[in-house]
């Protein structure tokens, strides 16, 4: 009995730890391109079951270097800044759906590298969780070479159009085959109706001869 509560204790913490999970995000892609000299704009956004109260988070510049530092104290509350780089600016909001704290930076060749996302929030016994994207900084942006993607649209497109134009051909030759079959019944039944009217008249004929005189 004691061992089945115990049990019973051990599945309610782990359910309990899985409900208050937080989880930091920096999107679907986790290499951003940038063009050498402009503003980019690096993605983070954090979730937590059970809310949060008091909760830090900062972004590190290669894993070491701090570039920018927040605070929120709840989710009607906007974020404090602790500290950040001149050239470092909080985008998001945590006072609307999401909790975003993106941020955007003008960058040059040196900013290449990764940036880390790194979130700890008291309310869920100290729970803390990060995410990390990494920069490439360009001279120039490389146009996308579609024509393997082209190649395959006029594929796909040419076996659709060929399936198309069969059952089309088809349904033009079961049409035609049907009005061909109909027309040789009609022509079948108005010669056997000729027939047996002529056959008709010339067996009344014979009998309206007059029989030979003797």
């Given at each position: 009995m004691a061992e089945a509560r115990w049990l019973a204790a051990l599945l309610g913490l782990q359910l309990f730890s899985m409900a208050v999970t937080l989880e930091v995000s920096v999107g679907k892609t986790p290499v951003v391109t940038a063009l050498n000299n402009t503003?980019?704009?690096?993605?983070?956004?954090?979730?937590?079951?059970?809310?949060?109260?008091?909760?830090?988070?900062?972004?590190?510049?290669?894993?070491?270097?701090?570039?920018?530092?927040?605070?929120?104290?709840?989710?009607?509350?906007?974020?404090?800044?602790?500290?950040?780089?001149?050239?470092?600016?909080?985008?998001?909001?945590?006072?609307?759906?999401?909790?975003?704290?993106?941020?955007?930076?003008?960058?040059?060749f040196s900013d290449a590298g990764k940036y880390t996302?790194?979130?700890?929030?008291?309310?869920?016994?100290?729970?803390?969780?990060?995410?990390?994207?990494?920069?490439?900084?360009?001279?120039?942006?490389?146009?996308?070479?579609?024509?393997?993607?082209?190649?395959?649209?006029?594929?796909?497109?040419?076996?659709?159009?060929?399936?198309?134009?069969?059952?089309?051909?088809?349904k033009i030759v079961l049409l035609v085959l049907k009005r061909s079959q109909g027309k040789k019944k009609e022509c079948l039944v108005s010669s056997s109706g000729v027939d047996n009217t002529e056959n008709g008249l010339a067996g009344s004929r014979a009998d309206r001869k007059a029989p030979p005189k003797a």
């Open positions: 503003k980019v704009q690096l993605s983070c956004i954090f979730t937590t079951c059970m809310g949060f109260e008091d909760l830090v988070f900062t972004w590190y510049y290669n894993s070491t270097e701090m570039i920018y530092r927040g605070k929120i104290k709840n989710k009607a509350s906007e974020p404090k800044i602790v500290y950040s780089d001149p050239r470092v600016q909080l985008i998001g909001t945590t006072t609307g759906k999401e909790n975003n704290i993106s941020i955007s930076m003008f960058v040059d996302c790194h979130v700890r929030n008291p309310k869920e016994k100290g729970a803390e969780h990060n995410a990390t994207i990494t920069l490439r900084v360009v001279p120039e942006m490389v146009p996308v070479d579609n024509t393997l993607t082209l190649i395959i649209l006029a594929v796909v497109g040419g076996v659709v159009g060929l399936l198309i134009l069969i059952l089309v051909i088809k």
